[in-house]
């Protein structure tokens, strides 16, 4: 772990950190998997759990890590608090600047100066300034009382606590053996051995999704495609999973939360199905459970933690072009304040500046994809003009509580990507402080907006959620919804298939 943190460390910002990931995909995609199955090999279960959340997502783990609140220890030290909040903000600037151009901001508005260096190297120098600080003052706080563990890697003590809502369902995908493993409360983790040939099944069933997408949205060969994958699916991950789910006593309807690794992360596991019954109704995984996803547990218990900012009467910002679930969304005026962005109003700043006061966000507009280039994944607004994944990470939101992407691939990742990073316009989401996110998996077919919209409103202000945080209504809420898209007369797997929702 610590030769792909080296090579983090000398990359200054997110863009190059994201292109020596990419250029070691051995080391940065397959190592963490490959020993974490060696330590499950070993009967060292919790070991393997820690592994697997140390080794992935490690963009959004530094972020993350930027971004720790300073309360707890402001109340002990104030000083060394303030220090570390203004390195952390320096390093973030730097972090989530561009490609280099000439010219580093940071937070005291001081910029570097032209001194003879090239544009990179300043950014490494400065960097490595700055990390350096924040070495020593790490050090100092662990020294005090009760803050030996500040900045530590967490222990499975302190992650297993993702599974306090719900069963957390990790997918360990590794050439040398893979295998289940179910985190629930209060117990240790629960294995489900898989077979020899796990791990070439699920790699073909990816595969045939991949190809078969490119014949576009209604073409007969995708929903074969999809059919096929869904059936592989269940057999391979979703029959054992909801056999262990029994015999753990897990109720039917309960919250489970998908955690995937690999190629696990581009496959509808919300999805699986037809699950054999009796009579001729088709049921699928989120017929029994009540299915969410999120890319690591950290990310899962940072959604959940409370915050003074979180409303029961949040408002709602609508940034659209303009269609048929306009009309939908608006209307909702009667239980919750819409704010709408459309048109020349829609620019970038305008909406990160929107986001910011209001805790319910729903998008309606078309999601982009660059290949190679996950940061500039973004939503088209006005004239062309695009809200990148970069933008948004890049923004605090402390009102954000719920947001409804529904734009195309806003949970898909870009090809040429590391599916383990997970950077995709939810997630970013999702880390820029909301703390449930409905995206898309593939294209959406713009005829699902309204109808969809209109049914998971419905369900999300029902009077049976109330006393509940409107945040933890959605996942339920878009399963219920997605059951009724079901139900209507042409409708296709793909097209209800498509909605997930990540978080709390």
Not at 61 to 71: I, K, P, Q, T, Y
Not at 358 to 384: I, M, N, Q, R, W
Request: glycine share 6%.
């Amino acid at each position: 772990m610590s030769l792909i943190q080296s090579s983090l460390v000398s990359a200054p910002t997110l863009q190059i950190q994201h292109s020596r990931l990419v250029a070691m995909p051995g080391l940065c995609g397959n190592m963490p998997l490959d020993y974490a199955s060696y330590q499950i090999e070993m009967g060292q279960f919790t070991q393997a759990i820690e592994t697997l959340e140390q080794g992935r997502a490690l963009l959004w783990s530094e972020m993350r890590g930027l971004r720790n609140s300073m309360d707890h220890l402001s109340r002990f030290n104030s000083p060394l608090a303030t220090k570390l909040a203004a390195i952390n903000q320096d390093l973030e600037s730097l972090t989530m600047s561009v490609t280099p151009s000439g010219t580093i901001e940071i937070s005291d508005g001081g910029s570097q100066v032209d001194d003879g260096m090239d544009p990179f190297g300043r950014l490494v120098v400065k960097q490595q300034e700055l990390l350096e600080e924040r070495d020593v003052l790490v050090s100092q706080i662990q020294e005090l009382p009760g803050f030996g563990d500040f900045l530590k890697m967490p222990s499975f003590q302190t992650i297993r606590i993702a599974a306090s809502h719900g069963p957390v369902i990790i997918i360990n995908h590794s050439e040398w053996r893979s295998d289940i493993l179910i985190l629930v409360q209060d117990s240790p983790p629960s294995i489900i051995l898989t077979t020899n040939d796990f791990y070439d099944r699920a790699n073909k069933l990816r595969d045939r999704l991949v190809v078969a997408r490119r014949e576009g949205l209604y073409s007969e060969r995708y929903g074969r495609a999809l059919r096929s994958v869904l059936e592989g699916l269940y057999k391979l991950v979703g029959r054992p999973v909801i056999d262990r789910l029994c015999a753990l006593g897990v109720p039917e309807q309960s919250r489970i939360w998908w955690c995937p690794t690999s190629v696990f992360c581009s496959l509808p596991l919300h999805a699986m199905g037809p699950i054999p019954s009796n009579d001729r109704v088709k049921r699928y995984f989120s017929d029994l459970y009540i299915p969410s996803y999120t890319p690591t547990l950290s990310a899962l218990i940072e959604s959940r933690k409370p915050t003074s900012q979180t409303s029961y009467h949040p408002s709602l910002l609508l940034v659209a072009n303009p269609d048929a679930s306009l009309p939908v969304i608006q209307s909702l005026n009667s239980r919750v304040p819409v704010a709408t962005l459309c048109g020349k109003n829609a620019t970038p700043a305008g909406v990160v500046e929107g986001l910011r006061h209001h805790g319910f966000a729903h998008f309606v507009c078309h999601g982009t994809l660059e290949t190679g280039k996950p940061f500039d994944a973004s939503f088209k607004l006005y004239e062309d003009e695009r809200l990148t994944l970069l933008d948004i990470v890049r923004s605090r939101l402390p009102a954000a509580e719920f947001a409804f992407l529904a734009a195309c691939h806003t949970a898909e990742l870009t090809d040429e990507s590391i599916a383990d990073e997970g950077l995709h316009l939810t997630a970013a989401v999702q880390y820029c402080g909301f703390r449930s996110v409905v995206g898309t998996m593939w294209e959406m077919a713009d005829i699902d907006g309204r109808e969809l919209a209109e049914n998971f409103y419905k369900s999300m202000f029902s009077v049976n959620g109330q006393g509940v945080p409107y945040h933890l209504r959605s996942a339920r809420a878009l399963r219920d919804a997605t059951r009724k898209m079901r139900r209507k007369k042409g409708m296709t797997l793909e097209r209800w298939v498509n909605f997930v929702h990540y978080g709390a």
